[in-house]
């Protein structure tokens, strides 16, 4: 129910290419994150409002990843959550885990891309426009993926 964690960009584009799938490029990546919105967070809310029950990032809730869709507006064991997809209806596109892209940092690096802070980060990182980047080797236990398909 977890997202997967402790996976390289090339486990993770391994396992999207095995199932006919592939990483999204950061730029889909952030155009189903925030929309056309300009806003600072998927749901809608800009860096500085109070997320505390919209996403899991540092000091949050957890001590680690939270089940996928668990910020669905919902009441766990007496934590409510805030309903918060992004404005295509999908979860967890802030916190959790931080996700690989397909992209590289920069045409001459050797750095892959990945979006979306997680939960050992604070709320800076989760913004939807923020990138960092990685070597594509790297194993983290804040890194996992989100597969995409080409229609």
């Known amino acids: 129910n977890h997202p997967v964690v402790w996976v390289s960009w090339f486990g ?7 199932y006919g799938l592939r990483l999204p490029d950061e730029y889909e990546w952030e155009k189903v994150a925030r929309g056309m919105t ?6 809608g809310q800009n860096y500085g409002d109070n997320i505390s029950d919209n996403a899991n990032y540092w000091g949050s809730c957890e001590d680690g990843t939270t089940p996928v869709g668990f910020y669905n507006g919902q009441s766990y064991d007496g934590f409510q959550t805030t309903d918060s997809p ?5 979860y967890d596109m802030a916190g959790n885990v931080w996700e690989w ?3 590289w940092w920069s045409e001459s690096s050797s750095f892959r891309v990945f979006r979306g802070g997680s939960w050992y980060d604070d709320t800076y990182y989760l ?3 923020y990138r960092g980047y990685y070597y594509s080797s790297s194993t983290v236990s804040s890194f996992g993926f989100r597969c995409s398909r080409t229609q």
Request: charged share 10%; glycine share 8%.
């Open 86 to 90: 992004s404005p295509y209806g999908v």
């Open 38 to 43: 300009g806003a600072d967070y998927p749901w």
């Open 12 to 18: 993770a584009h391994a396992f999207a290419e095995h």
């Open 101 to 103: 892209t397909h992209s």
């Open 127 to 129: 913004q939807s426009w």
